[in-house]
């Protein structure tokens, strides 16, 4: 079946414009994970939503970063008056069916986000 | 919080030789440690798992063991080939209000040379 799809593969913004990255989880996976990954970094966790419970938003770095998962599915990270801080991939993942990170998570290609 | 670190941060081997990676953990709750590999421009891939009531699993030419009195579990890779060069992260569980998020090491750069 499909896997997790991310879009757009790259996103090129000005300095304090917003921005929005879709993810796509693979269908019947409950939880899905937001992860940045700066230019020959780790994996830097930010938000975790697990079927209808409040998500974990320990990660997420300030309060210009939100995201949203509607039905249950889509994700939508928002990143409001970028910096050029914010540049790195931001890497969707998800697991399933019951969710958790001791289900495998299945990571999307990512959006790679340039801020000039 | 969970502070998970790794090492070496690169690694460069001759072909067929073995590879050690070794991470640490800070939370001794953590309960589980995957190992994800991820290829130039790709996306990190599952290669092993183990959890905190096993001591050691193997798979093939991977294999992961666990040392939860000292916190540490390391990652060996036998007769090593070109196509093992990527970058491996480990990474842990910690428990906040439940085990609900991955804390990843920072990678490892394997090199892996004819």
């Known amino acids: 079946g499909a896997g997790v799809s991310q879009s757009p593969s790259n996103k090129v913004t000005e300095k304090g414009k917003d921005v929005e990255l879709r993810c796509d989880p693979i269908?019947?996976?409950?939880?899905l994970y937001w992860y940045r990954q700066s230019l020959g970094q780790g994996l830097e966790f930010l938000i975790y939503f697990q079927g209808n419970s409040a998500p974990d938003k320990s990660g997420l770095p300030s309060d210009r970063f939100s995201a949203e998962r509607t039905g249950g599915s889509v994700s939508t990270l928002t990143i409001q008056r970028t910096q050029q801080e914010d540049s790195a991939v931001y890497l969707c993942?998800?697991?399933?069916?019951?969710?958790?990170?001791?289900?495998?998570?299945?990571f999307g290609p990512g959006t790679r986000l340039t801020v000039l | 919080g969970e502070n998970v670190e790794q090492h070496p941060s690169t690694l460069s081997v001759q072909e067929g030789d073995s590879a050690v990676i070794k991470c640490t953990y800070s939370d001794s709750a953590s309960n589980y440690f995957p190992w994800y590999k991820q290829e130039l421009g790709k996306r990190p891939q599952l290669i092993i798992d183990i959890r905190s009531n096993v001591g050691e699993k193997k798979d093939q030419r991977i294999a992961v063991t666990l040392n939860k009195t000292a916190k540490h579990f390391s990652l060996h890779i036998t007769e090593t080939q070109p196509e093992d060069s990527a970058v491996y992260f480990c990474?842990?569980?910690?428990?906040?209000?439940?085990?609900?998020?991955?804390?990843f090491g920072a990678g490892t750069r394997l090199a892996v040379h004819p």
């Open positions: 993942a998800s697991s399933g069916p019951k969710g958790g990170p001791t289900d495998t998570q299945y």
């Open positions: 990474a842990a569980t910690p428990f906040s209000g439940g085990y609900n998020k991955l804390i």
């Open positions: 269908s019947g996976h409950t939880a």
